[in-house]
């Protein structure tokens, strides 16, 4: 069993920038591969960047690439989202969520245990 908490959403104007962590407890997340994912209003949950076990390979959607960085720390089970250059489009709940697959898989229902999310607001 796996719970993961994400924190670090809010308001923020176009251009700016936030930090999102997903905090793990239970089994160590480098035994899992990590995404975060992201369901704008009236849209369904998309795929915003996965990462595997190791850390080794990561797949970032086209719409995030260049600006979204994610990275890991294994001594807090912790892994971040950093986005910067927001954009009003970027506006969704953020989830993170664990696999137990291999590589970084892209799809939701490859990922075994969610976080509740975390509002990410971007105004114009």
């Known amino acids: 069993q796996v719970q993961l908490v994400e924190s670090g959403g809010g308001l923020v104007q176009a251009g700016g920038s936030l930090r999102l962590s997903c905090a793990a407890s239970?089994?160590?997340?480098?035994?899992?591969?990590m995404a975060w994912f992201r369901q704008g209003p009236g849209k369904e949950r998309e795929l915003v960047v996965a990462?595997?076990?190791?850390?080794?390979?990561?797949i970032y959607a086209d719409s995030v690439k260049g600006r979204f960085t994610i990275s890991t720390d294994y001594a807090k089970n912790t892994v971040y989202l950093q986005m910067n250059t927001l954009k009003p489009e970027d506006t969704a709940v953020y989830y993170c969520?664990?696999?137990?697959?291999?590589?970084?898989?892209?799809?939701?229902?490859?990922?075994?245990?969610w976080g509740q999310g975390t509002q990410v607001t971007v105004s114009s």
């Open positions: 990462i595997n076990r190791s850390g080794t390979s990561t």
């Open positions: 239970g089994r160590a997340f480098s035994a899992y591969a």
């Open positions: 969520a664990t696999s137990r697959g291999l590589g970084a898989p892209r799809e939701p229902g490859q990922y075994n245990y």
